[in-house]
């Protein structure tokens, strides 16, 4: 719920940006995560619940598409990817305090009220200090407050380049003033004459490609469903699960550090398509490394299985036509109703199949035996963890960030606010099929088809934005709009055709 209130947030941020700024859509994004908080700690029955995840939902849309557009607005060209880089960061981090802090909740009376609510906090901080911020200059401007423009860039830009980026602003500015002539100053003008609009429809094939591609990677599925996939990969306990999957959130918030130091020097584009490359390898690495371990999960052995009595035994098991060809995967796909029990001496030696109850589950572990219902025990495990972390580790400086640093530079002034609200709605439209799909794909596909499947989606992601997408490295915003107005050639190297001609 929280990510279908992101998409009608995204929509509507977008709207709000360019009718009423940056600064009032972050503060109206600050009161809906504070709703939402104190709705869901103050929940006396679900549907309380569901209403505050909306409400939580539609400040995270609206801000995950304002943010980046209000750094970037407000910061010289060339360290603009860095700063933007931070509104990552800080995610990422925040993500990773977040595990801590709901970890610390978890003794406390009323444990998951204190998780939900304690997210209104941020959002009260932020609110006051935002008010102490100014509006993005680039907005301003586009409602004739020149002087306010003006004063703001002159605490951003030394003084000598202050005069250079008002002339490209008035450039700008009347470009838009000129086009507004024929399509009116609408909302529904706008929406309607986008894709009519050169500038600002390769503005939106890059935008939206890159978003969409960020979530088939299937990055979400990691963060969301990390504790399971460790279990997978043969770690049966939860805690276990749920500390590997900390250090992943860890990895995630690194490698945004890494992309504010890279990001400007090497540019966007380069930076994704390195990134996707790993991304693809690692993906394809795991397919594989799920696949051995299934095809290598201990045996299921009828000795060991009906030592806790027939009517403990799967049932499954005990209408196969040939039991002795299963395994423990073959128990685990077979029925959602089937457990696998370890054997006593060697987890890797053939154990029991058994009916996934609470009493044979303690009755397993009344053996001291390890008890498995997401994944089996295996060798590989390790290794599959190992190629988690490298998959984080690929993903975050590239794909991680770069998408929301593109969004924020790649379309006019006066289509800035739109342009953003459609790819984000994108991204969060993609994030809510590809985390509402994953669970069934690995019943459907299985692990190593459900890793290989994203593979092939990274695949094509990497395709679209070899060709779509340009390099917006250093250049200001005016410089951006007439690169897509002229059109670019796409070079592995990251620079367009114009770029190469300067």
């Not at 995560?33 to 409400?55: D, K, Y």
């Not at 980026?165 to 450039?171: F, I, K, R, V, Y």
Request: charged residues 15%; positive net charge; glycine residues 10%.
């Amino acid at each position: 719920m929280a990510v279908a209130g992101a998409i009608f947030g995204a929509a509507f941020g977008g709207w709000i940006n360019d009718k009423y700024g940056r600064k009032k859509s972050i503060l109206l994004a600050d009161i809906l995560f504070f709703i939402g908080a104190i709705v869901m700690a103050a929940a006396v029955a679900p549907w309380m619940i569901i209403l505050g995840r909306i409400f939580v939902g539609l400040g995270v849309g609206m801000a995950s598409m304002t943010s980046p557009l209000y750094i970037s607005e407000s910061s010289p060209a060339r360290i603009r990817g860095a700063l933007v880089s931070t509104n990552g960061l800080l995610i990422t981090g925040g993500q990773f305090l977040a595990y801590l802090i709901n970890l610390a909740f978890t003794k406390t009376p009323g444990t998951w009220r204190w998780m939900l609510g304690v997210a209104g906090v941020p959002a009260v901080v932020q609110f006051f200090l935002m008010l102490s911020l100014p509006e993005s200059p680039r907005w301003l401007y586009s409602q004739d407050k020149v002087k306010e423009a003006r004063a703001i860039l002159e605490k951003i830009y030394p003084a000598n380049e202050v005069e250079q980026e008002m002339q490209a602003l008035q450039s700008s500015i009347e470009a838009d003033k000129a086009s507004e002539v024929s399509i009116g100053h609408g909302f529904v003008s706008k929406v309607k004459h986008i894709w009519g609009n050169d500038v600002v429809r390769r503005g939106l094939y890059a935008g939206i490609t890159v978003q969409v591609a960020q979530q088939f990677v299937g990055i979400n599925t990691v963060m969301y469903y990390s504790p399971t996939i460790v279990q997978l990969a043969g770690f049966a306990s939860n805690k276990t699960a749920l500390a590997l999957s900390l250090i992943t959130s860890g990895l995630n918030a690194v490698g945004s550090i890494v992309s504010m130091a890279f990001v400007d020097r090497f540019g966007r584009r380069r930076l994704m398509i390195v990134s996707m490359f790993g991304i693809i390898v690692c993906l394809i690495a795991l397919s594989v490394l799920f696949y051995q371990a299934s095809n290598h999960a201990p045996a299921v052995s009828s000795f060991e299985s009906l030592h806790f009595g027939r009517n403990s035994t799967c049932g499954s098991f005990l209408k196969a036509y040939e039991p002795s060809n299963w395994n423990c995967m073959s128990c685990l796909k077979a029925s959602s109703d089937c457990g696998f029990c370890a054997n006593g001496d060697s987890k890797y030696h053939p154990g029991a199949c058994l009916a996934a109850t609470d009493a044979v589950k303690g009755m397993c572990k009344g053996e001291h035996r390890t008890w498995y219902t997401k994944g089996c025990p295996s060798k590989f495990g390790f290794f599959a963890v190992l190629l988690l972390g490298l998959y984080i580790i690929s993903y975050s400086p590239g794909m991680g960030t770069a998408p929301w640093i593109v969004n924020s530079e790649i379309y006019p002034l006066k289509y800035r606010g739109i342009g953003g609200g459609i790819a984000a709605v994108s991204n969060w439209v993609s994030n809510l099929i590809v985390s509402e799909t994953f669970l069934t794909l690995t019943e459907a596909l299985g692990s190593s088809g459900t890793f290989l499947l994203f593979a092939g989606f990274s695949t094509i992601g990497l395709v679209a934005i070899y060709f779509l997408v340009p390099e917006t490295k250093g250049l200001q915003f005016e410089e951006v709009e007439k690169m897509l107005e002229k059109g670019f050639k796409p070079s592995l190297c990251g620079n367009s055709k114009e770029d190469d001609s300067k």
